[in-house]
């Protein structure tokens, strides 16, 4: 990519009244930063769902590209040049010029990653984020829908569901808390090694990170437990432990600038969002049955002790990341003038806008075809993982985990919605599903 793409032809943005500005920042800005942006808070989520906070900020944005004929628009924020992305194309454009002239590190994210992954690729200035970025797909393998690893994290995940099925019939129920401690078991299993099973200490050392985090520059950085948090998952690294990403990170080596143990804090965090995903996408298959018979026909047989590349599954998992995106601002920052602004502009694509649009049929409807039939594909502003050259590269990953996950949930078991709003193939789905308070009944199959 290079950046005269950022100066292809495109219409000239147009400048936002202070109302339209301050209409976004309380309707859209405001919403998504009290969710949480690094560690979302459970109170603002239940609020949030309860209040439908969401659904406004996509009529809002839908009214002003109407309005503006999908012209991008110019915020009037002091200080700084500020764009909303209004027309799905600019969002295709916007993404694949990553990381010159947009560049993902931008202001925002430098200083709530900060907090805990300061060399993180995604805050990586052009030249650290090459390293980093091959250092990463390396371990990923961002494009194969089996990991090299698949075996043994397959095996990781089917003991980790039948430890969350036989609480669940214990308790006669699931809840988001018992899932919850059962997928960071298996996050650090897969990351890790095995030994790192039972380190709830690394992950709340992280969550404390990021709560800090959500506070980006408003908050003191604490030193003293960012290096805690650093030695310990460098310590779980140096064991290597076959079978897990740590494995393959000492196999690999990595130069000095890469700093694996800052990339592996990114996909510890990610990884969270992942756990959301699939228990969502486990409440959409609890309450559409259509798509669950889908599910079942094609587990029909299939050997769970095995890896294999669950398409529909996969698919409900898309979709549900579409449906509630785990980072519903994508920003960027221009390296350059182009034709949204001069260098240092920040573009805001705000992403429940575009997967939510009313002139798509699907809008608000548990739809996984769409990633199978092209229809998902013809979309450029549909990007649930991103897109473009700083796409994410754990999307092969989390997809295998979710749909491997599902699947041993699924095999001999049915769940129904015990709380939350109403979700049904009948009704649009609600903007916001706070994952926090959702509860499943199980039952025999
Ligand atoms: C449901 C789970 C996940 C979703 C929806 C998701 C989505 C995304 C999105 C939208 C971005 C772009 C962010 C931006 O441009 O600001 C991103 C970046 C990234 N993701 Fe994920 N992600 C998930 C899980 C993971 C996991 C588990 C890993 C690692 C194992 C991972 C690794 C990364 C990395 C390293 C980047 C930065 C890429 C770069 O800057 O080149 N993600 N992800």
Redesign the pocket.
Known sequence: MTSTQGNLKRTEPVTASVVETVRVAVEVALPTLAGGVIKRRPTAMAVAEKLRFDRPAVKLLARLRDRHDGRPLRLRVPGRPVELALAAEDVGTL?AG??TPFS???VE?RAALGHFQPH?????DAGD?RP??RF?EAV?EPGRPLHELAAPFARAIADEAAVVLSEATHDGELSWDAFNVAWWRL?RRV?LGDQARDDDTVTDQLARLRLDANWAYVHPRRKQLRARFHERVTAHLGRAEPGS?AAVIAELGADGKVSPAD?VA???F??D??G???FRTLALLATHPAALDRVRADLDGVDLAEPNQLSYLRAC?LDT?RLW???PM???ETTEKTSWGPAGTTVLVF?PFFHRDARLPYADRFEPDIWLDGRADANPAL????AG???????D??QF??STMLANLLRGHGFEQASGPVLSPDRPLPATLDNFHLRLKLLPD
């Open positions: 993404l990553a990381p993902p590190s931008t994210k993180g690729v995604l805050i990586s984020r980093r970025r990463t990923l996050v990351v990403l990339q990114h996909w510890l990610a990884f969002a992942a959301m995903v699939t998992v990341i995106p785990t980072t994508v920003l960027r992403t990007v649930p993982f991103s050259p700083a796409v994410c590269p754990g999307r990953l989390v985990c979710a």
